[in-house]
């Protein structure tokens, strides 16, 4: 009798079955999706950084012009680096990154007779990034990152404010 109770232990012996199995495939699947979300969160934050290093540059090169004509640079169209941003070092040559879904925008809004152009904004003039459909998340990383003075005119667009009017109404 003592041999027949030692080959029931065995045989009761616990197995893993197929809820066991399922369980630990479910605990998989969300280690996994921590980890993609984590990884994709800090390629976010890795993108932020390359455009903010692009757009302070922008905005370092409008104030060298600045000091150095005496009027900051003129508007250009969206994707255009305005006359005299361009031959400096360290200012992107390309304003559009479709990689990323975003493009640069210069803004003057200070007319030529020095009346500002959107008076209710209180800001003269800085670097716009405006973001493609869908890339919007971005904008608010890119935001956050800068620890800068952004405004959000419209959900597409941030612009890094390089002067703000001296009389705001």
């Known amino acids: ?21 399922i369980a630990a495939l479910a605990v998989i699947g ?5 980890s993609i979300h984590r990884a994709r ?10 455009v903010l290093a692009d757009v ?12 150095e004509h005496g009027v900051w640079p003129p508007e250009a169209p969206r994707g255009v680096a305005p006359d005299g941003l361009v031959p400096l070092p360290d200012v992107p040559l390309a304003w559009r990154r479709p990689e990323l ?7 003057n809004w ?9 008076p209710g904004s209180g800001v003269a003039c800085g670097v716009s990034i405006v973001a493609d459909p869908g890339r919007e998340e971005l904008l608010e990383q890119i935001a956050r ?4 003075t952004f405004v959000r005119p419209r959900r597409d667009r941030i612009t890094l404010v390089t002067r703000l009017l001296s009389n705001r109404p």
């Open 101 to 107: 879904g975003l493009t640069y925008d210069w803004e």
């Open 30 to 34: 969300i280690v996994v999706n921590v």
């Open 110 to 118: 200070v007319l030529s007779d020095g009346t500002p152009r959107h």
């Open 145 to 148: 990152a800068g620890g800068a």
């Open 56 to 67: 302070r540059a922008i905005e370092s090169a409008a104030r060298a012009y600045h000091e």
């Open 1 to 21: 009798m003592g041999w027949m109770r030692h080959a029931d232990r065995r045989r009761r012996r616990w197995r893993p079955g197929w809820l066991e199995g």
């Open 41 to 50: 969160a800090a390629e976010e934050r890795e993108l932020a950084a390359a």
